[in-house]
């Protein structure tokens, strides 16, 4: 509902309003910018990119002739020198944190020393097709043999090729869970921020989004993001090419293709031609990347997203110990276990990012009171009441008075923050304006509640329906125990071949 | 697989034949699998029930997997309702107290410990918290029900439980679903999120799979429609014949759009009360007043209910309103409340499934709405909505859905290796208003 008004006041008022209060996502120092390109009308043929972590100096390159499978994997073991540094810079500063586990022989847990990587490093791309590519990237570079692979490989490839692979597989598979920060788009981390007047694909622009964002003085936000959609020079291109990795088709025919024929046709300076062009396309959204950098560097960080990155860095530790250890690149298809665990692992991440948000933020709570899910009030009684039983609990009753219309039944559990933890309650009596609770837990262990744990006559409190720290879910078999509903075990595991050559590859 | 059946015969000899054939199948079966497939009201909680107490006297142990706690409960006390002796273990989870109408039961054992239930021959719990046992010897037998409204990932934590079940559910009601992007598994035969049994039989092809044929809860002038809009290729017909379930009034009708509306449902079986076409906000106040003042209607004319079972009067317990969203069924309770109703049941059709009730109204899914999102447009979610009633259904809704339809077709992106759903939601809903339109009164607040 707020987001429909906010993108109704962005409309009338010409300006992008605000979804958020504070920023919602972690944003490290020294983020890898990646703007990649890709060739029309043949998937996984990269035509160039801007990548780097310095705003000054971004390092381009350039495939001049895209169809060329050389080319292309000489681009992609350059990208490799370039990225993989930055991938793996974050490897060797660690924490040792303890974690309780299970142990694998008696099922016991027990408290283990683990690794944790510091910090991890961090990739932007400027919109979610460009997340897309990066997991396209992966696909097509893991699987790809060394000469050290097999000696008689007709196109062996550097051994740091696969290796990037594996990495932006892991980075964009990390990006399907909610809340991640490995891997971001810069287009979804504005418009989780700021609600335009235009609809959620036109958000994908990222120089239209931007111009909702900063609108320039002559002229609102639709003006100025139709003009980036589709102001063209005399030669009829647009002076906001497309962020990618899509190339604008006028691009392509008028300048592009009669550059990379001249290439062909082995001319002198045909080269430096191609990555002139392509690097046309390419520095405008370099810089409205960091446009839009800076202005998310603007607001305050959330209080919980310390807590969210460190899933992140675990998720970022966990990859590197399967690197060192020599584990294989990520197969093609997960098991029926591993997909399982995957999409449960995700649920539980959602929950908790809206949790959070909500938690951190009073717009986006705001949002969830109007749900009918949580309600802010003024205290208006509380009486002491105790449990049954030997020896009885503070089980005080709370009477909130509120302008909020909450779902909520008698008996239902609901939430409220306190001290950086949840205290529980449960409704007793909802009327209109009224809610009355009875806090159960957090008081303490003795037969008066411990100081601060019950709110007083004239205190503001914000109660949730949904739970702050989503429980992890039930646990799942190991993959050689899948059960004959599901297929049975995975067949023993043959070694990941590598991608079989077609008759593509010798085009 | 399903076999053929004939449409002529009595329905209740037709209905016992195909429950012996699943019970031979369960009992005797080579393969470690049945699927059944009931159609709304068709007897599937009496299969259950008669499935565990016949494997019980078999001398066998088994455990029933349910999908929610309500479920849960009310497959308890089916269970002691039939058979008062027979030792039910109710394993629940440590904040989620079974209902008090349970833990009454003498032959109930309530715990949230399956250790504590090794003496029962039949636990029952809902699929989540089965999927926490560990370390208990393997059941031989297992009743999984609801099993197409169960996810395939939960189906996995469960599984390595039991040897053999007999899986029991009904096709047409909501699938499960998940808040978070699964299309990365769409295709796989496990993929995660699809339902429990699409998964089962991807991998087991030839499980012998039953229908039963026979709907006892829709009246003869639901099941025909019900069955042609969202079961066109397993056909099934009513337990009853026209005219054995009857609706009447007290008190005649004031002349009034609802109460026409309601004359029209008496008579039929079907209603529409359609408001004046208008894009609205989800919680349409005058919809919403609309069906509170149906309700109140129906409840104020004194309506007797006469059917196989008896005549009685038409109770507040036996009347639901569905809606598609929490939001508007909170407002409806809101305006029943207003309008001194109590009793009324008004939920959402996630909520409503496996319900039953004498005569339900419903808030059409796409009544107001300026767009039909893959969420109002599920088969499921109209299935259960029209399908929960013995006697009658009235629709509430904003004139202009079919062209609504019309305007907004299908997009879901198709993906390889899936199993197309048929019918899909659009044509489901236009064959539902294309009936409803013959029992439509224009109404103006």
């Given amino acids: ?507 | 697989m399903i076999a053929p059946e004939r449409e002529d015969g009595d329905p209740a000899a037709r209905a016992a034949s195909v429950t012996e054939r699943i019970l031979a199948d369960t009992l005797h079966g080579t393969r470690r699998g049945v699927v059944v497939d009931s159609p709304p009201g068709a007897g599937k909680s009496t299969l259950v029930v008669r499935a565990a107490r016949e494997l019980v006297g078999a001398g066998e142990r088994l455990m029933i997997v349910a999908q929610t706690n309500s479920q849960v409960d009310d497959l308890v006390k089916r269970l002691a309702e039939q058979d008062p002796e027979l030792a039910v273990g109710r394993l629940h989870g440590s904040d989620s107290q079974p209902d008090p109408g349970v833990a009454r039961l003498p032959a109930v054992t309530l715990s949230s410990s399956a250790g504590d239930l090794a003496q029962c021959p039949v636990v029952v719990a809902t699929a989540a918290k089965w999927a926490f046992v560990q370390d208990v010897p393997v059941w031989r037998h297992a009743i999984v029900d609801e099993a197409y409204q169960m996810r395939s990932d939960a189906l996995l934590k469960v599984a390595g439980l039991f040897e053999r079940a007999l899986f029991v559910g009904d096709p047409g009601q909501l699938d499960p679903f998940t808040v978070v992007g699964a299309e990365q598994w769409a295709g796989l035969s496990y993929d995660p999120s699809a339902s429990a049994v699409v998964t089962l039989l991807a991998h087991n092809p030839g499980l012998p799979q039953h229908r039963l044929p026979v709907s006892w809860r829709l009246p003869a002038t639901a099941a025909p429609l019900v069955s042609a809009a969202f079961y066109p290729y397993t056909p099934f017909r009513s337990g009853t014949g026209h005219g054995v379930r009857r609706l009447s009034f007290g008190v005649a009708g004031d002349g009034s759009a609802p109460d026409r509306a309601l004359d029209i449902a008496a008579e039929s079986g079907w209603g529409l009360l359609e408001l004046p076409r208008r894009r609205t906000v989800r919680t349409d106040p005058e919809a919403v007043a609309a069906v509170a003042t149906l309700v109140r209607r129906l409840l104020d004319r004194g309506g007797v209910t006469v059917s196989e079972r008896g005549t009685g009067p038409l109770t507040a317990e036996r009347v639901a309103v569905g809606t598609a969203h929490r939001d508007q069924a909170a407002a409806v309770r809101a305006a029943l409340a207003e309008r001194g109703v109590t009793g009324v049941t008004a939920d959402t059709a996630n909520r409503l499934q496996g319900r039953e009730y004498d005569v339900t109204v419903v808030l059409h899914p796409l009544s107001g709405r300026s767009d039909a999102t893959a969420f109002h447009l599920e088969t499921g979610r109209l299935c259960v909505l029209t399908s929960r009633h013995r006697h009658a259904c009235v629709v509430v809704s904003r004139a202009g859905v079919a062209e609504l339809l019309d305007e907004h077709p299908s997009t879901e992106p198709v993906q390889l290796g899936v199993t197309v759903r048929f019918p899909d939601g659009w044509e489901a809903n236009h064959a539902v208003l294309a009936h409803l339109a013959e029992h439509r009164v224009r109404y103006r607040p």
Avoid at chain 1, 169 to 189: D, I, K, Q
Avoid at chain 1, 259 to 272: C, I, S, T
């Fill in chain 1, 1 to 507: 509902m707020i987001r429909t008004l906010a993108r109704v006041q962005a409309l009338r008022s010409g300006r992008a309003e605000p979804l958020t209060t504070v920023l919602h996502r972690h944003l490290g120092e020294r983020p890898m910018v990646f703007v990649p390109l890709t060739t029309a009308g043949e998937v996984g043929a990269p035509l160039g990119a801007l990548v780097g972590t310095d705003r000054d100096s971004p390092r381009l390159l350039v495939v001049p002739q895209p169809r060329d499978r050389d080319l292309r994997f000489a681009f992609l073991a350059e990208l490799a020198e370039v990225m993989l540094p930055h991938l793996v810079s974050g490897a060797d500063d660690v924490d040792v944190e303890l974690r309780k586990e299970k142990d694998p022989q008696t099922g016991a847990r027990v408290e283990v020393q683990r690794e944790v990587c510091r910090d991890a490093p961090q990739l932007l791309v400027p919109n979610e097709a460009g997340v897309r590519y990066v997991r396209l990237l992966g696909r097509s570079t893991r699987f790809r043999r060394t000469a050290e692979d097999d000696p008689a490989e007709p196109f062996p490839v550097p051994s740091r090729v696969p290796l990037l692979g594996r990495w932006l597989t892991h980075y964009a598979e990390r990006a399907l869970t909610p809340g991640s920060c490995l891997l971001l788009s810069v287009t979804g981390l504005l418009s989780r921020h700021w609600a335009t007047g235009q609809s959620a694909l036109e958000d994908q622009h990222l120089g239209a989004l931007l111009a909702w964002i900063d609108p320039p003085r002559d002229g609102g936000g639709a003006v100025a993001a139709a003009r980036v959609e589709t102001a063209r020079d005399e030669r009829g291109l647009l002076y906001c090419p497309p962020a990618g990795p899509a190339t604008d088709p006028e691009f392509d025919n008028r300048v592009l293709a009669p550059a990379v024929a001249r290439f062909d046709a082995g001319l002198p300076g045909a080269e430096r031609l191609v990555r002139d062009l392509v690097e046309s396309q390419l520095r405008p959204t370099w810089e409205l990347v960091w446009q839009g950098l800076a202005r998310l560097r603007e607001l305050p960080v959330g209080g919980r997203v310390a807590a969210r990155w460190e899933s992140d860095r675990w998720s970022y530790t966990g990859h590197r110990d399967r690197v060192l250890a020599g584990e294989p690149p990520q197969p093609r298809r997960d098991d029926a276990v591993t997909a399982a665990a995957k999409l449960v692992r995700r649920e539980v991440e959602q929950a908790r990012l809206d949790a959070h948000e909500a938690l951190d933020d009073p717009l986006v709570m705001a949002e969830r009171r109007l749900a009918g899910e949580a309600f802010a009030g003024v205290v208006e009684s509380v009486e002491l009441a105790y449990s049954e039983g030997r020896a009885p609990r503070p089980r005080p009753l709370v009477s909130v008075r509120t302008e909020d219309v909450p779902h909520l039944e008698p008996g239902a559990r609901v939430f409220r923050a306190l001290a950086g933890a949840a205290q529980e309650a449960q409704v007793v009596q909802v009327e209109p304006g009224l809610v009355v609770v009875r806090l159960t837990n957090r008081m303490g262990r003795g037969r008066e509640p411990a100081e601060g744990s019950v709110p007083a006559p004239g205190d503001r409190l914000c109660f949730t329906s949904f739970e702050h720290d989503p429980r992890p879910a039930a646990p799942l078999p190991p993959p050689e125990e899948t059960p004959w509903t599901h297929g049975g075990p995975p067949g023993d595991a043959t070694p990941l071949s590598p991608d079989p050559h077609t008759a593509e590859d010798f085009l």
